[in-house]
């Protein structure tokens, strides 16, 4: 009888790419080593009020949360996250926090954290953190998105990729910057599967209303907006641009996996900062939203350096490695 795993915050239900991808490679490293997910909880959702969550989680051997980048401020919905440690419906079960941004949280979430079977953070500073607020000794695994593959052809590349952000003055910034680079396309990390959206004129004009809605701001006249329709179609836009400009933490995973250049607009929580700090990249790409109007706009002035290379081969090969151990882990 194989091992019933309940996968708490699904964040591939949030049309997110760099989502998607870490949910799909939680599931498979576990369903490869002879889990079966039993079911998936989807991000932000009211479980303890839930009877058919409630009956889920009852029926499984282990609970997995999907800390991504939730657990940060002592947020509400992160808490209701934690609170599985103390419900009945989990008595009996192994708990394991995985894949967790963890940041600014108060002392009170220390008595979850210690019924927590396994504690995993994806980057060396939540780790340190975790470890405080818990009492033990927590380790880290880069994100889960780079600890496989891209899975796509390496070929020639071309033009500038500006993505989004999730503050929306980032995003009023990067729309902004739109002008200054040659052949740039607005793809965001987040999409639309509606057909409309890829219909000829009627998808055009709806393309062009939510830019100014979701950017504040009108952008070029010619606006090239596309909403790449899956994971896959994701990373081979960003595979074949010359620079990715982006305020999305996910969006530089993929910059990392498919070597693509970046800039990088960081958030109010560091992660872009944390990430790149960990895989030995340091600062120098991430630049403020005033940056983006005086950096370079030729693509060649920011490609990778050398030592920049080697650093992201080193780190894609880490990520794979104890992304392994940590599903094994899980499993033990």
């Known amino acids: 009888m194989s091992t019933k795993v309940v996968l708490l915050n699904d964040t591939s239900t949030r049309y997110h790419h760099g989502c998607s991808r870490v949910i799909r490679l ?15 909880v989807p991000a932000r959702a009211n479980w303890p009020e839930d009877t058919a969550h409630l009956d889920q989680i009852r029926g499984a051997d282990i609970v997995v949360i999907n800390g991504e980048g939730t657990l940060h401020h002592g947020v509400d919905h992160a808490e209701r996250l934690l609170r599985i440690a103390d419900h009945p419906v989990a008595k009996g079960k192994k708990l394991c ?7 600014k949280n108060p002392e009170s979430w220390r008595p979850y954290l210690e019924r927590f079977d396994l504690l995993s953070a994806r980057d060396s500073e939540s780790a340190r953190q975790m ?5 033990r000794s927590v380790g880290w695994v880069p994100d889960l998105s780079l600890s496989a593959d891209a899975g796509i052809a390496s070929g020639p590349r071309h033009g500038v990729v500006v993505g989004d952000s999730v503050r929306i003055e980032r995003r009023r910034d990067l729309a902004r910057s739109l002008s200054r ?9 987040k999409t639309l599967r509606q057909r409309v959206w890829r219909m000829p004129i009627v998808g055009d004009v709806l393309k062009r209303g939510l830019f100014a809605a979701y950017c504040a701001s009108l952008g070029p006249a010619q606006l090239r907006f596309e909403l790449a329709l899956t ?56 630049v403020t939203g005033a940056d983006l109007m005086t950096v370079s706009p030729d693509p060649r002035d920011h490609a990778f350096l050398d030592q920049e290379l080697v650093a992201i081969r080193r780190a894609r090969e880490m990520a794979k490695a104890k992304a392994a151990t940590l599903f094994d882990t899980i499993l033990a």
């Open 26 to 40: 939680l599931r498979s490293g576990l369903e490869d080593r002879g889990a079966t997910i039993s079911a998936t």
């Open 97 to 103: 926090l995985v894949n967790a941004l963890y940041d």
């Open 131 to 135: 470890s405080s607020d818990s009492g």
């Open 181 to 189: 680079f040659p052949e740039p396309a607005f793809i965001p990390t």
């Open 231 to 286: 994971e896959a179609d994701y990373l081979r836009r960003i595979g074949e641009a010359e620079l990715h400009v982006t305020g999305r933490f996910h969006a530089v995973c993929l910059s990392i996996l498919t070597e693509t250049p970046f800039l990088a607009v960081d958030s109010v929580s560091g992660k872009i900062a944390r990430l790149l700090r960990d895989l030995g990249l340091g600062q120098d790409r991430i």
